[in-house]
């Protein structure tokens, strides 16, 4: 039923009046109502209903709207201002599509719904571990655990055009390291080769994000651990306790040959400086030889008498010095028998001795002797 048609004597219209007439409400009454409601919430008098001259004030009715009016102030610059910290990158996207990314300081923004702003910290390093089990290209099970590290290097990137990026990261560094071990021997991956194997899942993963365009840049990839499974694992310690012996073994046979053939090189310098020293103590002694040869001619085309004597004087002396004889005159008496032979037999002359270094000077009285057993010694040589 339609609100102008009666209703058990009810003649009042939706705007509270009281209806006169079948025709339409007045359409400037309903205006000058709906003013007075207006000025009633923002303070103003209240003029009743019937169209009567009197007025009441609706008390704290304009502090309530000046309230509400600071408030929604407030809080429409919280929703325009933003402070974004030095570590920080701020994306903005107006209704939903990117329009620009705000750097460091103050900005003022469109409010929501129109305008979102989304904080990314860029300088925070983001990490995470995986823990996996994996086959090695010699068709052998290895637990491995790894540690990821990451940064982000283009904010935009990283919240458009990957959905879920940090867990894209983690599957990214999973099948990088699935394919670093699968193409290493079971042997490389616990050994040596868990340097390289990092670097290398490093290179990969940094790859395959480079191409999804995930604004990610990876920092680091630790290869913490890389262990044969529980069941096999005995077996595996006795493997390499007998590896470590076998290494153990060729370090010593290696040091063993170091200490050898440095002390053959040794022994061979030495006798090689030794020859060296002998070569050049031989020639110095021949040409001394020649030296003194030389002089020795010299003097004797100047006195031929007084060198040959000379000669035969120091001869005598070289031969008969370490000799037992003991040379004496017979024509200076019989007094041989109080010489203290025994002694004289018994000792040893040395250059240096006064008493017995030259026989022929402790003799002096045998020089005609000496003379006469000279001449008789040239006349064999002559013979």
């Known amino acids: 039923m339609a609100w102008n048609d009666s209703n058990n004597g009810n003649d009042r219209d939706p705007w ?51 309230a509400a009016l600071a408030l929604g102030v407030l809080l429409l610059g919280a929703e325009m201002f933003w402070q974004i910290e030095p570590a ?13 990314t705000l750097e460091p300081g103050p900005h003022l923004r469109f409010p929501r719904p129109i305008e979102t702003v989304i904080r990314v910290n860029i300088d925070q390093i983001r990490a995470f571990p995986v823990n996996a089990t994996m086959l090695t290209q010699d068709e052998n099970i290895v637990d491995v655990q790894i540690a990821v590290q990451y940064r982000l290097k283009d904010v935009t990137s990283y ?22 071990i699968g193409t290493s021997t079971f042997d490389y991956v616990i050994g040596e080769g868990r340097a390289e194997i990092a670097l290398k899942a ?24 890389a262990n044969p499974p529980e ?12 590896r470590e012996d076998e290494q153990r073994k060729i370090n010593e046979a290696q040091a063993y ?85 025994d002694k004289l037999m018994g000792r040893v002359p040395t250059p240096t001795d006064p008493v017995a270094a030259s026989p022929v000077e402790a003799a002096p009285a045998t020089r005609e002797s000496g003379d006469h057993n000279r001449q008789e010694s040239r006349s064999r040589g002559q013979r």
Do not use: C, H
Request: aromatic content about 6%.
């Open 202 to 225: 490093t290179e990969l993963m940094q790859q395959m994000l480079d191409t999804y365009k995930s604004g990610i840049a990876v920092t680091s990839v630790n290869l913490l651990s």
């Open 88 to 100: 920080e990158r701020g994306v903005v996207l107006r209704f939903g599509q990117y329009k620009t």
């Open 257 to 341: 040959s170091n200490e050898v053939t440095e002390r053959a090189a040794g022994n061979a310098d030495r006798v090689r400086l030794e020859s060296q020293a002998y070569k050049e103590q031989v020639a110095a002694r021949a040409e001394g030889d020649a030296r003194r040869f030389n002089q020795l001619v010299t003097e004797y085309q100047k006195a031929p008498e007084v060198t040959r004597d000379r000669l035969y004087y120091d001869t005598m002396q070289a031969v008969l010095l370490n000799s037992s004889k003991v040379l004496v005159d017979g024509k200076t008496g019989s007094n041989i028998n109080m010489l203290p032979l």
């Open 16 to 66: 509270g009046g009281r209806r006169n007439d079948q025709g339409p409400p007045d359409l400037d009454e309903v205006l000058r109502k709906f003013r007075q409601r207006l000025s009633a919430v923002f303070g103003g008098p209240r003029r009743p209903a019937g169209g009567g001259g009197g007025s009441e004030n609706v008390p704290g009715a304009g502090v309530f709207a000046m």
């Open 159 to 180: 919240l458009l055009e990957i959905a879920d990026p940090d867990a894209s990261v983690q599957r990214v560094a999973e099948s990088a390291i699935r394919d670093v």
């Open 231 to 242: 069941e096999v694992k005995a077996a595996y310690d006795d493997a390499i306790k007998a």
